[in-house]
C-alpha cells in the first residue's frame, strides 16, 4: 500500500510538470530545411509552422513542383526535430516512472 501512495505522489508531481511542459511547448522551436537551404520550416512544440522562408531563386515557373516538394520536405525535418525535443523533455520529465515503452504522452 505504501508503494501506491509513493507512486500517485509521483503521478501528481509529473501531472504538474507536464501541464507546465505543455504551456512551454509554443516556445520549443525546430528548424526543419531541404534543397540545401533553400527551403526552411520552423514549427513550434506542438507542430504548428510559425515560419516559411524561400530562397528567390526557386521562384521560376518550370519550379513550382519542386518547390512544393522542398516546402513538404523541409516541414517533415522540423517536425521530426520537434518531436524529438518533446520526447527528450518528456523523458527527462517522467523518469523513475514506470512507463510501458513506446507510450506517448496526451499531447
Do not use: C, W, Y
Not at 520549443?28 to 540545401?36: M, N, V
Amino acid at each position: 500500500m505504501r508503494d501506491i501512495m509513493g507512486m500517485m505522489g509521483k503521478v501528481k508531481e509529473m501531472q504538474s510538470k507536464m501541464e507546465k511542459m505543455q504551456a512551454e511547448m509554443s516556445d520549443i522551436h525546430a528548424e526543419g530545411k531541404s534543397g540545401g537551404g533553400l527551403v526552411t520550416v520552423t514549427l513550434n512544440g506542438k507542430g504548428e509552422m510559425v515560419s516559411l522562408k524561400i530562397d528567390p531563386s526557386l521562384f521560376e515557373e518550370d519550379d513550382v513542383e519542386i518547390l512544393e516538394d522542398l516546402v513538404v520536405a523541409a516541414h517533415t525535418d522540423a517536425k521530426g526535430k520537434a518531436e524529438a525535443i518533446v520526447a527528450e523533455k518528456t523523458k527527462e520529465l517522467t523518469a523513475g516512472l514506470p512507463i510501458p515503452p513506446g507510450f506517448k504522452m496526451p499531447f
